[in-house]
């Protein structure tokens, strides 16, 4: 597919690193010539140095031959009228937004009259997703798919958990009130799909997929006693502070560290029921005086990735149950479950995410990575008779680099035994490294 995104920042780069190696072409436009050439030495891609709203820019983008335009630039104006324009060519259109007043209904449905079909907001996303961990704040990931038919978690193998030492199987042989699937470890930095002769090990970090319904059977088994959450302390006082603050705090005693008065008043103007204290979010002695030590999560979002991880640190250093640090280099991803922290969040990858969901070739309902593997969640629906129906699951040779999470259908869910056999309408979960996803693509097209 021939794919144009406007926008060589941490967004436009990862998507077009992502999609050129699954085969794509890739035109990628930016402003900055320096960043294209840095771009050009790195990437199998073309670049285009302009503006991406510009008429002559597009033409030389051959904007008639491309499917999809991405328009992720720092500027929410460049991007929406980029991609206003290049719905003339009939491509398909996304356009990131960073003001959140754009994705109310009304926004939305005016946008779409004008031509674009997807509006990605990093920081709305990113928010949604601190809100769900904090939800289910026992584990450091959590993916529901299907409304929470199905649930994939992650969770550090500690000094508690009775899985250490034990095989993948010799896990589910314990596991005989609920079934699971072990589908990644993370150990280090290598990601390993394991096989009932997996051992596990202290410090993997270990991805079990679920029915929601057995999620607090799974804390149990797993030595993760869950601990209510009433008491949140945020740090920093970014857009993404502020939003997560704005959601968090229909639910939570909220407070907020913000650097100085003028943030603190716009912080008190927008939030109903929190507490905003103005100090320095690294200043730990400072936090401690405001109740730190009394939080049963912290959530680090100010600008600086090293502030936010420090300070995640020594919560968890003061015993503070749960800890989520945002970091915007995607370098820092891999290195949260080996540090300590619970999740680090980078809001930049989430919409990327969103994004290329849009570009998989097959019925694809959603798509997920996993904070440090080096590989994704995909969901596909079967919608129309083939192979996949008449075989059972053992027979069907899925490639090996890859396993199934979970099956949906209707309203029923699955962890699939081997004899299992899909039907048409089923949504089938899987977890796969990124050598294989183009042949699940083409075997669930």
């Given amino acids: 597919m021939q794919i144009i995104i406007a926008g060589a920042g941490a967004i436009g780069f990862h998507l077009a690193e992502v999609l050129s190696k699954e085969n794509h072409d890739i035109t990628l436009i930016d402003t900055d010539e320096d960043i294209l050439t840095s771009v050009g030495r790195q990437l199998d891609v073309l670049t285009i140095q302009g503006d991406a709203a510009s008429h002559k820019v597009q033409a030389l983008a051959n904007l008639n031959k491309a499917k999809l335009f991405i328009a992720v630039t720092t500027s929410d104006s460049t991007n929406l009228l980029a991609a206003i324009m290049a719905k003339k060519s009939g491509l398909k259109t ?15 449905e005016k946008f779409r009259e004008q031509g674009i079909d997807e509006l990605i907001s990093p920081k709305h996303l990113a928010a949604e997703e601190i809100h769900r961990l904090i939800d289910r704040a026992s584990f450091t990931d959590l993916f529901e798919f299907e409304n929470g038919k199905i649930s994939v978690v992650g969770f550090t193998i500690d000094g ?12 589910y042989q314990l596991a005989d009130n609920f079934l699971f699937r072990g589908i990644a470890i993370l150990r280090g930095h290598k990601t390993i799909i394991p096989t009932l002769n997996t051992k596990l090990y202290k410090g993997d970090h270990f991805y079990m997929s679920t029915k929601s319904q057995s999620l607090e059977l799974a804390k ?6 869950q601990k209510p959450i009433k008491r949140i302390m945020i740090l920093g006082e970014s857009p993404l502070a502020l939003e997560t603050a704005q959601i968090l705090e229909k639910n939570y005693a909220v407070s907020v560290v913000v650097q100085d008065e003028k943030s603190g008043k716009r912080f008190i103007n927008k939030l109903d029921n929190s507490l905003v204290i103005i100090s320095n979010p690294s200043n730990i002695d400072a936090l401690k005086e405001e109740g730190l030590e009394r939080m049963d999560a ?3 979002l100010t600008p600086n990735a090293e502030i936010n991880i420090i300070a995640c640190l020594k919560a968890v250093e003061l015993k503070i149950y749960k800890t989520i640090a945002m970091v915007e280099n995607i370098n820092y991803i891999h290195i949260s479950q080996n540090i300590g922290i619970d999740t680090i969040i980078n809001k930049k990858l989430v919409a990327a995410n969103s994004i290329i969901r849009l570009v998989r070739k097959g019925k694809v309902e959603a798509i997920a990575s996993l904070h440090g593997v080096d590989a994704e969640i995909i969901e596909f629906e079967i919608h129309k008779k ?4 008449r075989h059972d699951l053992s027979e069907l040779h899925l490639p090996d680099r890859s396993i199934i999470a979970g099956v949906v259908r209707g309203e029923d869910s699955f962890v699939p035994k081997l004899n299992f056999q899909f039907e048409i309408g089923d949504k089938v979960i899987i977890l796969a490294l990124p050598a294989v996803i183009h ?6 097209k």
């Fill in 220 to 225: 149990k088994f797993v030595g993760k006693q």
């Fill in 94 to 108: 996304v356009a990131r937004v960073s003001n959140t007043d754009h994705l109310d209904p009304a926004s939305l």
């Fill in 386 to 389: 083939n192979r996949l129906l």
């Fill in 439 to 444: 042949q699940l693509e083409q075997i669930f």
């Fill in 298 to 300: 912290v959530i680090a």
């Fill in 160 to 171: 508690d958990c009775p899985l250490a030492n034990l095989t993948v199987e010799q896990a």
